[in-house]
């Protein structure tokens, strides 16, 4: 049983930058590929980045590659996302989750690849 606990939220101006933070608890949590997913009013959840076991390996959807940095820090359970030069279509709810199934070379980007899911935090950009 894996519980997770998003946070830092809010609305922000386009261009401006939020850090998400993800809490889980969990035996295992470095053993767990981790995933940040948004949900858009009347949008299907779509996937934004994961990341491998060790934090080595990253991947990113388009339309955040180059803006947004996803991180880990196995030693206190913890999982960031950095969201810089944000823009009004990444308003949403922001989810965190976990994979506890997929190996240590996995980056996964599908949702039914993730057993455990936090409650999600709002992000609001503003034009």
């Known amino acids: 049983q894996v519980h997770l606990v998003e946070s830092g939220g809010g609305l922000v101006q386009a261009g401006g930058s939020l850090r998400l933070s993800c809490t889980a608890s969990?035996?295992?949590?470095?053993?767990?590929?981790m995933g940040w997913f948004r949900q858009a009013p009347g949008k299907d959840r779509e996937f934004v980045a994961a990341?491998?076991?060790?934090?080595?390996?990253?991947y990113y959807a388009d339309s955040v590659k180059g803006r947004f940095i996803i991180s880990r820090d196995n030693n206190k359970n913890m999982m960031y996302l950095q969201m810089n030069t944000l823009k009004p279509e990444d308003t949403a709810i922001y989810y965190c989750?976990?994979?506890?199934?997929?190996?240590?070379?996995?980056?996964?980007?599908?949702?039914?690849?993730?057993?455990?899911w936090g409650q999600g935090t709002q992000v609001a950009v503003s034009s």
């Open positions: 989750a976990a994979d506890t199934n997929s190996g240590p070379q996995r980056t996964s980007i599908f949702g039914w690849e993730y057993e455990y």
């Open positions: 990341i491998s076991w060790s934090g080595v390996m990253t």
């Open positions: 969990g035996r295992t949590f470095s053993r767990y590929v």
